[in-house]
């Protein structure tokens, strides 16, 4: 809300404070939060000086990207679906449980006497 007041500080982070009288609030803004905000925002709302009232340039601007992303995203997805088509075609392994395995021959601690005594 306006009007607001900005105090810029000579820091290393270029830290700037905006007050807010009529709402009685505080903010901090640093290199990062600005930063932050241009790569965020910039990218997912595409509100850049210049380009956010040309109309037909953000049109084309904004198709090239969702062009871009759709391409990524399928590019993404053909070999999730290869992957997922080929554990449908040979069985889910970790669905069924594991098949129990009889030991062929006894353990040694479960051998009778004579068993010990023979050697088999």
Request: charged share 20%; glycine share 4%; with cysteine.
């Amino acid at each position: 809300m306006l009007p607001v007041l900005r105090v810029r500080y000579n820091d290393e982070n270029q830290t700037w404070l905006y007050f807010t009288p009529s709402l009685a609030q505080m903010v901090k803004f640093d290199k990062l939060d600005r930063a932050n905000r241009w790569v965020y925002y910039g990218l997912h709302v595409l509100d850049w000086p210049g380009l956010f009232n040309r109309r037909p340039l953000w049109d084309i601007v904004t198709i090239a990207f969702l062009a871009g992303l759709a391409a990524i995203s399928i590019t993404t997805l053909l070999p999730a679906c290869r992957r997922l088509k080929r554990h449908a075609v040979h069985g889910w392994k970790w669905a069924s449980p594991p098949k129990k395995v009889r030991p062929t021959r006894s353990p040694a601690w479960a051998m009778s006497n004579r068993d010990r005594i023979s050697g088999d």
